[in-house]
């Protein structure tokens, strides 16, 4: 397994306690820079020390003992892909394969039984998403409505959607996408134009959504609409809406991207008419919503194991051409210790999720950090190979940084642009 790779390497490395990260896992006696940010924020009166609320946490031996057979499932659906196939677990689109996962109890772990899931919570579903981002197994089918559609509805949707949509979800049945960016929008939320108007029988509408994963196969679309107002109103007027992608006035354009795949598409709506009971919660209550269910997204896992393949491709090609000079171990020693730490904070951040919290701030602040370590990958990777050209790179690994490479942009774009989310994290500091 990649990780016990790592692990490996890294009992082996001195890492003093040079940056602020260290600290945080070590509770040692460095303090980290945001400390004393925090705390000159906290002086001013303007806001709560982020590190206040994001403190160590360790996973229940319950959930970890979820690892081995999640392990075995992971493994098996990845074994006879190579590293520049596993490299995409996130756009990997395999329904078969989730619906096994919802057939073995992987799905819905932490929604209520009574509504097909397993009732375990956040932590177990970190288990979950690490084993299988790991070993690089397709995720793509499921992922969006364990992750976000079905806890939205669990919180805000009626019975009535509750108890259509989560048992579906939860057997790996239904594909969801979400429809936040627009044209001219981006991570910028409350700008959305794209509009619902009522109408005698629900909604009606009309506008366009653009880098939606995987609508091309999606059942269901969850659109934030504007319900009343302008996009001057920013916050006001925003509402979710179900949105059944095959019907009429619905048109899905995938978007090839420069490695060739296409799994963003962009998504217009043609005077769609939808039933009343398509919205989600209260009318107008979409910017409360959304903001919620980002939390879902940029907080689990899988913010910091997008370029871990590459990663563990690597290291395996070290040990291969036997090079372990000082240099080296210290570029890997340090990926090492970055992962961990933003593993530990990404822990932390599930054990606010478990508590029933909603860590806008800090998982923020976990996806900031773990794109730019994700992004750093592939170039410090290429540049080493570069610099050691006695050594031959296998084609596998050379196409594996070459995808990673080339997606390693959009890492800071999805789910929020590295802009927006320090923008949240100045606000949550009290810094704005």
């Not at 082996?12 to 040079?18: G, L, N, R």
């Not at 098996?76 to 109890?105: K, Q």
């Not at 054990?351 to 592939?378: C, I, N």
Request: aromatic share 6%; with cysteine.
């Amino acid at each position: 397994m990649p990780l016990l790779a790592l692990a490996a390497l890294a009992t082996s490395f001195d890492i003093s306690c040079t940056g602020w990260a260290i600290p945080l896992i070590q509770n040692g006696p460095c303090r980290p820079p945001s400390a004393a940010i925090g705390a000159q924020a906290k002086t001013k009166g303007r806001g709560r020390p982020l590190f206040d609320t994001l403190t160590l946490a360790s996973l229940p031996e319950a959930d970890e003992a979820l690892r081995p057979a999640i392990r075995a499932l992971a493994d098996e659906a990845a074994a006879n892909a190579s590293a520049d196939v596993r490299a995409r677990s996130w756009s990997g689109f395999d329904p078969a394969f989730s619906r096994r996962l919802g057939a073995a109890g992987f799905l819905g772990l932490t929604l209520p039984k009574a509504y097909g899931g397993q009732e375990r919570g956040p932590f177990a579903r970190f288990v979950v998403v690490e084993e299988l981002l790991s070993a690089g197994a397709p995720v793509a089918a499921h992922w969006i409505a364990d992750r976000q559609s079905a806890p939205l509805i669990l919180n805000y949707g009626s019975e009535a959607q509750r108890d259509y949509y989560i048992p579906r979800i939860c057997r790996g049945e239904l594909v969801f996408c979400i429809g936040m960016s627009e044209p001219g929008s981006g991570s910028d939320l409350a700008s959305v134009r794209t509009r619902a108007e009522r109408t005698e029988t629900g909604w009606r509408v009309n506008g366009q959504k653009i880098w939606t994963t995987n609508a091309m196969h999606g059942d269901y679309m969850i659109a934030l609409v504007r319900t009343s107002g302008t996009s001057e109103d920013r916050h006001a007027g925003l509402s979710q809406l179900i949105i059944d992608l095959k019907a009429p006035g619905v048109t899905v354009r995938p978007i090839a991207d420069l490695a060739g795949d296409a799994h963003f598409a962009e998504v217009f709506f043609d005077n769609v008419d939808l039933p009343a009971e398509a919205l989600i919660g209260n009318e107008g209550e979409g910017w409360k919503q959304v903001t919620a269910e980002l939390a879902f997204e940029r907080s689990g896992p899988e913010r910091i194991y997008s370029s871990v393949v590459l990663l563990d491709a690597w290291v395996a090609h070290l040990q291969k051409v036997g090079r372990g000079d000082a240099a080296t171990l210290a570029l890997v020693g340090g990926f090492t210790a970055r992962l961990a730490t933003l593993r530990a904070m990404s822990i932390a951040c599930t054990a606010r999720l478990a508590l029933g919290e909603s860590p806008v701030t800090e998982a923020s602040l976990v996806k900031d950090l773990g794109t730019a370590f994700e992004q750093e990958l592939p170039v410090a990777i290429g540049d080493d190979l570069a610099a050691h050209p006695e050594e031959a790179v296998d084609a596998e690994l050379y196409r594996t940084l070459m995808f990673v490479t080339h997606v390693a942009p959009s890492f800071s774009l999805r789910g929020g642009t590295r802009e927006v989310l320090r923008g949240i994290i100045a606000r949550g500091m009290g810094l704005r």
